[in-house]
T-cell receptor
Framework: EAGVAQSPRYKIIEKRQSVAFWCNPISGHATLYWYQQILGQGPKLLIQFQNNGVVDDSQLPKDRFSAERLKGVDSTLKIQPAKLEDSAVYLC????????????FGEGSRLTVL | AQSVTQLGSHVSVSEGALVLLRCNYSSSVPPYLFWYVQYPNQGLQLLLKYTSAATLVKGINGFEAEFKKSETSFHLTKPSAHMSDAAEYFCAVSDIDAGGGNKLTFGTGTQLKVEL
């Protein structure tokens, strides 16, 4: 079974530029999550989708971050414009169901903002 | 909102020694609790999960964790450390969000170092 796929693995940009990350979850997983992991910290949930609807985006900085999952399968997370403090690993995860289910994580996209 | 506290950002043990990684949760109701492991430059992998079926939970790679309601703890242990156990370990608690969905909140992580 293929795992959660993310791209790109690494991205370096200058502040005020834009960047986009892509995630393809495990086939059949209805729930998709984007987490931000800053160095030395635990992952922090940015946004959660159930199929193509947003369940929780309370921690997403909406003035600069956006995410979509238009067809309920793959998802894109965008940052525009980027700030230095956005340097982090962006982890995508998916799960079969929403309640107590195991989350399967991709390898992450490491963003460095200069 | 639920939270977890991991005591000790770095733990060092000798190969063959007991591994003990501490996690305390904040909740009056037994939640779902998880331990995840993260190897360098990789995503998180589930080690084990507590869902109230049993207080002692066995996971992969010889790890286990015991849920203690009286202490609000869910510490991770392994009787004998192996060099391959060197990684970062995250405790996490599952909460039900406003939309009825599953929200996983992670601790700050514990970096495990295994020495010869």
């Amino acid at each position: 079974e293929a795992g959660v796929a993310q791209s790109p693995r690494y991205k370096i940009i200058e502040k005020r530029q834009s960047v986009a990350f892509w995630c393809n979850p495990i086939s059949g997983h209805a729930t998709l999550y984007w987490y931000q992991q800053i160095l030395g910290q635990g992952p922090k949930l940015l946004i959660q989708f159930q199929n193509n609807g947003v369940v929780d985006d309370s921690q997403l900085p909406k003035d600069r971050f956006s995410a979509e999952r238009l067809k309920g399968v793959d998802s894109t997370l965008k940052i525009q414009p980027a700030k230095l403090e956005d340097s982090a690993v962006y982890l995508c995860a998916s799960s079969l169901d929403r309640l107590g289910g195991e989350l399967f994580f991709g390898e992450g996209s490491r963003l460095t903002v200069l | 909102a639920q939270s977890v506290t991991q005591l000790g950002s770095h733990v060092s043990v000798s190969e063959g020694a007991l591994v003990l990684l501490r996690c305390n949760y904040s909740s009056s109701v037994p939640p779902y609790l998880f331990w995840y492991v993260q190897y360098p430059n990789q995503g998180l992998q589930l080690l084990l999960k507590y869902t109230s079926a049993a207080t002692l939970v066995k996971g992969i790679n010889g790890f286990e964790a015991e849920f203690k309601k009286s202490e609000t703890s869910f510490h991770l242990t392994k009787p004998s450390a192996h060099m391959s156990d060197a990684a970062e370990y995250f405790c996490a608690v599952s909460d039900i969000d406003a939309g009825g969905g599953n929200k996983l909140t992670f601790g700050t992580g514990t970096q495990l170092k295994v020495e010869l």
